[in-house]
């Protein structure tokens, strides 16, 4: 049961143009999302999170959106640099367990010098 | 402030065996949680520990999984008599605490190969 989907196993963009990657969760009891980035052979390295009490957070060039209705966020990196080419997971938290969270399948950006 | 440390990286064990993953949080830090990353999936949850304490495991296998957190050394992920499809990453994380909002720190992970 794949609470957390990331529908886009793979997306290219050229270099200094906006990524967009998404994530739809299924479970209203999620109050808590992260993005995480993994690169080949490493574990994943927290990049952004966001509340459900929020519909966005910014850092840099990587900005968050949550759209609770749709129960669907997605982020945003602007510009794309080639450093940003990595596999991206979605995490969400269920306000009514620990700290258990569900992990996406993972977007594998590809930004293209 | 070293991060979370997992060993072995590569772990190649023969059908029936055991493997024994090692996972040591980063400083400070007093929850563990281990995941499974079959080949094309994304990280599914498995256990989740504080010290000597099992918190939530609902999302390890029933049989031959178990996992453990000392009061002293490192978490102990332990896989009895493995079969082809145990095959995996295992990657741990570490979190401060549990109040609020925190994000789990994940080490590079055990590369579990069955022949």
């Known amino acids: 049961d794949q609470q957390v989907k990331q529908n886009s196993p793979s997306l290219s963009v050229q270099e200094g143009r906006i990524s967009i990657l998404n994530c739809d969760y299924t479970?209203?009891?999620?109050?808590?999302f992260l993005w995480y980035k993994k690169y080949p052979a490493e574990g994943p390295t927290f990049l952004i999170s966001i509340s459900s009490i929020k519909d966005k957070n910014e850092d840099g060039r990587f900005t968050v959106f949550l759209n609770k209705s749709a129960k669907h966020l997605s982020l945003h990196i602007v510009p794309s640099q080639p450093g940003d080419s990595a596999v991206y997971f979605c995490?969400?938290?269920?306000?009514?367990?620990?700290?258990?969270?569900?992990f996406g399948t993972g977007t594998s950006l590809t930004v293209i010098p | 402030n070293a991060g979370v440390m997992q060993n072995p990286r590569h772990l190649v064990r023969r059908r029936g065996q055991e493997a024994r993953l090692r996972c040591s949080p980063m400083?400070?830090?007093?929850?563990v949680y281990w995941y499974r990353q079959l080949p094309e999936e994304g990280l599914k949850f498995m256990v989740y520990l504080q010290k000597e304490n099992i918190i939530d495991e609902s999302g390890m296998p029933k049989e031959r999984f178990s996992a453990e957190f000392p009061k002293e050394g490192p978490s102990i992920l332990r896989i009895q008599q493995v079969v082809r499809g145990d095959s995996a990453a295992y990657f741990c994380a570490s979190s401060p605490s549990l109040g609020g909002y925190n994000e789990q720190f994940f080490g590079p992970g055990t590369r579990l190969t069955v022949l």
């Open positions: 400083k400070g830090h007093s929850h």
């Open positions: 995490a969400a938290r269920p306000s009514n367990t620990g700290n258990q969270f569900y």
């Open positions: 479970n209203s009891m999620f109050d808590y």
